[in-house]
């Protein structure tokens, strides 16, 4: 005779909340309530110390999204990192460490992005320079960020905000990591196929991904099954790939125009970024508005076999 093992959980919904008694749900045997993803903030790593061409120390980073979620951080505008070497402090004003405004997959790594203009982008790479220094056996650096998690919402763009340091240990260089995903996460990565769900109940397909001769090409259709015409936002969708740069100036996303995606009807339209050709192991970092108007979800897209 086999013993059923119960659990009880508090019922987050009370049906007797004014009576001040709250039901139970009783799970079956087997079924138990999946725990949160721990959040440890974002990590860096050195993966070179050396010196600039004015002879300044330099310090190349990566940075990995370790806060459980999808995720976009940036070191403190105005504020030195601290450099401590030989028993002095050094306040290191040259700091690029960020995610140039994207949000990144969580378990992602990345060491640089696409800066600059339109007319005139760059690419942007991680790292810290401090002037006059020297980084004597044992030396450290501390750089204050700030991040944000979860969907990107343009009336509350600060949701979700925290503060953390980055420590790192400058005799520890790590020069073979891999690009983009440095950990698995379950269900996270999408297929190229996936029907994705949208505003009003819309449905968002990448119908194609091709490369051109400045860099990738999507085509992308919607599907309505409503009453009413309806505009799903995607903005121009960036890519990462094994070199880990983030390809694609960030902007938000509600700002690209879309076609009207009429009832009972489709649209579709095209987005590009130019990536260089010779990047494979490509992911689409896609923002999809969804819930309602300027709510988007995150996804990442599998586009490797192009």
């Known amino acids: 005779m086999s013993t059923q093992k119960n659990i009880l959980i508090p019922a987050l919904v009370c049906a007797m909340l004014f009576s001040g008694a709250c039901a139970y749900i009783v799970l ?8 949160p993803a721990e ?14 061409d004015s002879g300044d120390l330099h310090v190349d980073l990566t940075i990995r999204n370790d806060t459980a979620d999808w995720s976009a951080m940036q070191a403190v505008e105005g504020k030195p990192t601290v450099l401590r070497s030989g028993g002095q402090t050094t306040d290191c004003n040259t700091v690029f460490v960020g995610t140039g405004g994207h949000r990144l997959a969580p378990s992602f790594q990345m060491r640089g992005y696409t800066a600059g203009t339109k007319a005139e982008p760059e690419t942007q790479l991680l790292y810290v320079e401090c002037s006059g220094a020297e980084a004597a056996p044992g030396s450290t650096l501390s750089i204050d960020y700030t991040y944000v998690t979860g969907q990107f919402n343009y009336y509350e763009q600060d949701a979700n905000k925290a503060a953390g340091t980055l420590e790192l240990n400058l005799d520890d260089v790590v020069q073979d990591l891999e690009y983009p995903v440095a950990a698995p ?31 990738m090409q999507f085509a992308w259709q919607t599907s309505n099954p409503g009453e009413y015409n309806t505009y799903v936002h ?39 970024v130019a990536v260089p050709n010779d990047v494979a192991n490509l992911y689409i970092l896609l923002s999809v508005e969804n819930g309602k108007q300027r709510l988007f979800d995150n996804y990442a897209t599998d586009i490797t076999a192009e």
């Open 234 to 272: 995607i903005g121009i969708p960036p890519v990462i790939g094994a070199d880990g740069i983030i390809y694609g100036r960030y902007e938000s996303p509600d700002i690209a125009s879309v076609p009207i995606t009429p009832p009972g009807g489709t649209a579709e339209w095209t987005t590009e």
């Open 28 to 35: 079956p045997e087997g079924i138990e309530p999946a725990a």
């Open 185 to 215: 996460v379950d269900d996270l990565i999408q297929q190229p196929d996936a029907q994705l769900g949208a505003l009003n109940d819309c449905v968002l397909t990448l119908l194609e991904a091709a490369r051109t001769d400045a860099g």
């Open 39 to 52: 959040s440890k903030g974002w990590t860096a790593i050195v993966t070179n110390v050396g010196t600039s």
